[in-house]
């Protein structure tokens, strides 16, 4: 009974074998220490995701949900013209605040990267942009209000300065109060990782296009953009993702002329009517997945963040 | 020879481990690459052994081996006597300076340099002073309580070594640890660690990829390339008499040319640019003459096709200089060609 | 930090019309950030009399003293007060979480990828919906939706992807050799843990706290449908926004924004004292 772990200690190859278990592989400490986040992960978000595909095939009526498995759920939703208009106005809202988000985040990260030349003054004009995320989204939208209004702020001021003679209008409540707020809000998803890529640029990149006679136009096309792309992309996914699942800002900035695809649900979950939410749920879900998907192609995001 | 000692505990007479090091058979291999092929080494007591070798050789695999900080995929290693390959770095007996030295960024030098001790669960008093004493060793002990990031790289090293030491091993593993100084200090640091080495008594595994620092520093010098050792012994016996190609190229100022009954190698410093006589020669034309101080290199093209080159002292030079481009033939004496095989 | 910092030069003759340009559009964007919140900040030192848009009726401290008394709708110090604990729990779940599975995601292990992918999905799904599904999950289990429960779920959800890739971007400037030295040097993976890898850490760890705090207090989106009974003060606010709208609402802003900045001020402190010790005072 005793020869075979004899045999094995005296062999010192097999001896590996005796002791290798005790060394835990290293793929279980990885699972031991990622099994938190794996648990919230998988209870608190994919479950619950799959819950509401599921839900969505259910039939209800005025007194309750039934659990089936039909499709008007969708056939209702998909027909009416409601929610093409909704998903066209809401699409038509992320591709402008995209545009402008896209201008401003890249000029000024470009500014902050490239122009600013102290280390201490680049910190601190990036944190003078990070404060304002430091206040609720809330208090940040209802903040135009009374700058935006017929006698708000920028009313005055305007008409001050002679710049009007009557306040303007369409300042709020309307498409235009809409996409300022966003813009405001959604800015700094830009600059953040824009400026992230720009900062991974080795300088001597651009010394050489320098050095072969491109104009600084010129750099900026073949140079900096191209080597950014990663930080666009992830900026760009970030604020078409916040723009699309949104439901206050339009509620509050609109004044009741556009709808919001999330708004209209959480209007059908007050009336507890969870399955056409439900189906209004994963149509969004696939829309903003194929969304991401297509912006994902761009950059290999595994690589860009675990790296 | 077996030695014989007397065990002080015991009082009784023992036999005396041979060998601090002894790597038998030793293979790694991550997925299909073999980084260290069944390499033997037997590394006596109290020696400087320094592994030598281009990138990418196995010396540094070799070293973490050693160390535990790599699994041996097959083999054995045994420091005196006892066999360690299945034990956690910190039973082997074995200490390692990392290359760049990775000295605690939060803890200052002393607390750094008592870190080992901390873990064993020595009290503060008691481990702040032999920290102290070991600091002392290094010459440092006024930057006790500096952090690492206030030093420069030889202080730092120095810091290294004693948190090292502190742990009394009986094997120390440097991996590269002169590659991060500027050359000045480089040439200090090595008397630094001969003289440590002798003092402690134990054995220092030396990484390098420099040749002049192997051949400085090391009783016993092994080179090694693809994974294998291809020669070791004392750093006089490799240059006198380098096994192959490989080594002569390596190890420099030698010249590998074809001989009567196939390749040699000859010390440059042992060939001459003279006349084709009786003796060995070969002829070729100048390509570069470097003035280098207290000798002159002369950089030959040879008619058989490999390039070659001739350290003269000044002297020699001067009374018969030759220019880029000049025909010129190298002599030397059948003494000093040693026979190498290719490989 | 960001790197970065290679101007254009001009020749040494000093700065190219786009830095003037660009600083410009800059200063612009600035004004367009703030100026909002400075309208907030003044108005919510309205005069008794005043409403809420300009002009000033006088000024006074009347809104904020509002703020204490619990009206019917609202009540604010004691939702503030709910804000604060759960800001704090979650920071502190998201801060051990995250640096665990950050040192977990060193190695390649089976299953990683999917886990990255449902990170950046949890994150880019629009907010109600994850509310949405947690909600009907509680539901379905019979359970009643609440603060300390469903709502924390649900701003976990929100708040670990960012840990997580904090946390990326702290360990992978993390060197292995430390964790080997301590290795060498006799110490056990707890020691290891406890004495080596953590401290050396902390800064990027106190970052994600803080982070995940500030997340979680100015969250709404994903709570609102999880939140049981006890509001969270962005919800509270919001409550109020539909029905009375008087300057208290904007005294409530300014207290607020004055807590975020008293809270990531002092951590930022903390950050910038730690890293300046631990880089010395040397010249490099």
């Given at each position: 009974m005793t020869v075979l772990p004899l045999a094995i200690?005296?062999?010192?190859?097999?001896?590996?074998?005796?002791?290798?278990?005790?060394?835990?592989?290293?793929?279980i400490v990885s699972w031991l220490q990622v099994s938190p986040l794996a648990f919230v992960l998988v209870v608190l978000f994919a479950l619950p995701t799959l819950l509401f595909v599921v839900v969505s095939f259910w039939d209800y009526d005025r007194t309750g949900i039934y659990p089936a498995f039909i499709l008007d759920n969708y056939r209702d939703l998909l027909t009416t013209p409601a929610t093409i208009r909704v998903y066209v106005s809401s699409l038509a809202f992320a591709v402008i605040v995209w545009a402008v988000t896209l201008f401003f985040g890249f000029n000024i990260a470009h500014f902050l990267i490239f122009h600013v030349r102290s280390a201490a003054i680049r910190t601190l004009l990036f944190l003078l942009c990070a404060i304002p995320f430091w206040t609720s989204g809330i208090i940040r939208t209802i903040a135009w209000i009374p700058f935006l209004g017929r006698n708000g702020a920028f009313n005055q001021i305007a008409m001050g300065l002679g710049l009007t003679s009557k306040p303007l209008d369409f300042l709020l409540f309307s498409s235009f109060a809409v996409i300022i707020t966003y813009v405001n809000l959604f800015t700094l998803l830009m600059v953040g990782p824009i400026a992230n890529s720009m900062a991974k640029i080795d300088p001597a990149l651009i010394e050489a296009a320098r050095d072969a006679g491109a104009s600084r136009w010129r750099i900026m096309i073949e140079v900096i953009i191209p080597l950014s792309k990663t930080g666009i992309a992830l900026g760009s996914i970030l604020v078409f993702t916040q723009v699309m699942g949104d439901f206050f800002v339009v509620k509050q900035m609109s004044g009741g002329q556009s709808a919001s695809i999330v708004s209209t649900l959480a209007t059908e979950i007050q009336a507890m009517q969870y399955p056409p939410a439900a189906a209004s749920a994963v149509v969004l879900v696939i829309f903003v997945a194929l969304m991401v998907a297509g912006m994902m192609r761009v950059v290999d995001v595994r690589k860009e963040l675990v790296k | 020879m077996?030695?014989?000692?007397?065990?002080?505990?015991?009082?009784?007479?023992?036999?005396?481990?041979?060998?601090?090091?002894?790597?038998?058979?030793?293979?790694?291999?991550?997925d299909r690459t073999v980084a260290v092929d069944a390499i033997s080494l037997r590394i006596p007591r109290a020696s400087y052994c320094c592994l030598l070798g281009p990138s990418g050789c196995g010396k540094t695999s070799t070293l973490r081996m050693i160390a535990g900080h790599e699994i041996v995929t097959d083999g054995d290693i045994l420091i005196r006597d006892r066999n360690v390959t299945d034990l956690p770095t910190a039973r082997r007996g074995t200490a390692m300076m990392f290359q760049n030295y990775a000295l605690f960024p939060h803890l200052n030098c002393l607390d750094n340099v008592a870190f080992s001790l901390k873990m064993r669960g020595v009290g503060k008093a008691e481990r702040h002073a032999r920290a102290r004493e070991f600091l002392e060793l290094v010459e440092m002990a006024e930057f006790a309580p500096r952090l690492p990031a206030q030093l420069s790289g030889g202080q730092q090293q120095r810091i290294a070594l004693a948190r090292s030491l502190i742990t009394e091993p009986q094997v120390l593993l440097l991996d590269e640890p002169l590659s991060a100084l500027d050359p000045f200090l480089r040439v200090r640091m090595r008397e630094e660690l001969k003289r440590l080495q002798r003092e402690l008594g134990i054995t220092f595994i030396h990484v390098t990829h420099s040749q002049d620092e192997a051949m400085a520093l090391a009783d016993l010098m092994v080179v090694m390339d693809q994974g294998q050792i291809r020669q070791a012994g004392t750093p006089r016996q490799i240059f006198e008499a380098p096994a192959n190609v490989f080594i002569a190229r390596f190890i420099g100022g030698h010249n590998v040319l074809p001989g009567p009954r196939g390749l040699v190698a000859v010390r440059a410093d042992r060939c001459r640019i003279g006349q084709a006589g009786n003796g060995a020669h070969s002829s070729g034309r100048v390509v570069a003459v470097e003035y280098q101080g207290p000798v002159v290199r002369v950089s030959l093209q040879m008619q058989s096709g490999e390039q070659a080159a001739a350290l003269l002292p000044d002297n020699t030079y001067f009374a018969a200089p030759v220019q880029p481009g000049d025909p010129a033939t190298l002599v030397w004496s059948e003494a000093d060609a040693h026979p190498v095989t290719v490989s | 930090m960001m790197v970065g910092g290679q101007s254009y030069q001009t020749a040494g003759r000093g700065r190219p019309w786009t830095f003037y340009a660009l600083a410009g559009l800059f200063g612009f964007f600035l004004l367009f950030l703030y100026g909002p919140m400075?309208?907030?900040?003044?108005?919510?030192?309205?005069?008794?009399?005043?409403?809420?848009?300009?002009?000033?009726?006088?000024t006074s401290l009347v809104w904020f003293e509002d703020i204490l008394k619990p009206g019917q709708m609202a009540n604010i110090p004691v939702s503030f007060g709910r804000s604060i604990a759960l800001a704090a729990i979650v920071s502190v779940l998201t801060v051990v979480i995250s640096v665990a599975a950050?040192?977990?995601?060193?190695?390649?292990?089976?299953?990683?990828?999917?886990?990255?992918?449902?990170?950046?999905?949890?994150?880019?799904?629009?907010?109600?919906?994850?509310?949405?599904?947690?909600?009907?999950?509680?539901?379905?289990?019979?359970a009643k939706p609440s603060l300390f429960t469903s709502a924390l779920g649900a701003q976990l959800t929100w708040t670990l992807p960012f840990g997580l890739f904090a946390m990326f971007a702290v360990v992978n400037r993390f060197n292995r050799a430390y964790e080997e030295a301590a290795n060498d040097l006799g110490a056990t993976a707890w020691q290891r843990l406890r004495h080596v890898t953590l401290p050396i850490l902390l800064p990027g760890i106190i970052g994600v706290a803080m982070g995940a705090f500030t997340l979680s207090y100015d969250e709404y989106a994903r709570t609102t449908l999880v939140i049981g009974e006890r509001n969270t003060l962005p919800l509270e606010i919001y409550a109020l926004i539909s029905s009375a709208t008087s300057p208290t609402l904007f005294a409530i802003g300014t207290v607020t924004t004055g807590v975020s900045f008293l809270i990531i001020g002092i951590t930022l402190w903390r950050i910038v004292r730690l890293q300046r010790r631990r880089a010395g005072r040397a010249p490099s």
């Open positions: 200690a005296a062999v010192p190859r097999l001896r590996r074998f005796a002791s290798a278990s005790r060394r835990p592989p290293p793929w | 077996m030695r014989l000692a007397t065990n002080q505990a015991t009082q009784r007479t023992v036999v005396e481990p041979r060998f601090d090091v002894e790597l038998v058979a030793v293979t790694k291999r991550y | 400075l309208v907030i900040y003044l108005l919510s030192f309205q005069g008794p009399n005043g409403g809420v848009t300009f002009p000033m009726v006088g950050g040192l977990a995601f060193r190695r390649r292990f089976p299953g990683s990828g999917v886990l990255f992918y449902l990170a950046v999905a949890s994150l880019v799904m629009p907010s109600l919906l994850v509310g949405f599904g947690v909600g009907l999950g509680f539901k379905a289990l019979g």
